[in-house]
């Protein structure tokens, strides 16, 4: 059994383009015929009973301008001369306004390595250039959130309670040691839980160590998550 909806995020193929991605995706399996897809009907992202739900632009709710992005029927344009148009602009009246203080949180990044290499690996990568590595899954060094605005989980922590990678929240509560936020969908709808720091082991193929990033195991959604 295979789930999920197609129109979202394709394949990572690494260091590929587009047309590898489209490529690798399950639709393009020698497989795909021999599938039997069934079809939900009920889009449980937009079921909840928020005030921004119901708003209405251009003649369309929020629930059916969401499945026209995913159709691609809503207009995109080019950020860029010779850039493709993938991108799209979001209604103002389906956005969340989160005005208030921005908090920034900085990762702690050390590295793990052998103790017969230590001294120059270390020497050669300074914990300043580290500070400026991203890896897909993991948290960045630096990070600016707002109460108010939505995340995503990028680790299981506790699914008991509905902490699992890829859950949605909402900001409720911004600490030094921890972060509280609203679970946004699913079995856990807007229950209230706590993301603490943690220490992730980031173990790359393109670097000769082992990155200990202390973080919160998060990624803001921002505009560009709507491509």
Known sequence: MF???FRQTLPIVANAGRE?????SLTRSYLWPLCTVLHLTQNMRVTSNTAYQWRVFGGQTFAEWTLSVGDGSVPARSL???QPPDWIEIPEAFMIQSPGPIQTYFSSDTLHIDATDAARIEAEYP???LNTLSFNGYPEHHIDLKVFTPIMLL???NPAIGLCNGTRLMIIYLG???IKGLIMGGTFNWKTVAIPRVVLNINDNRWPF????????VRPLLRHDHQ
């Open 80 to 82: 860029a001369n010779n």
């Open 127 to 129: 914990i300043e250039f």
């Open 210 to 217: 082992v990155l200990k990033r202390r973080q919160f195991p």
């Open 176 to 178: 030094h040691y921890v």
């Open 155 to 157: 680790r299981n922590l």
């Open 3 to 5: 789930r999920g909806d």
């Open 20 to 24: 590898e991605s489209v490529d690798a």
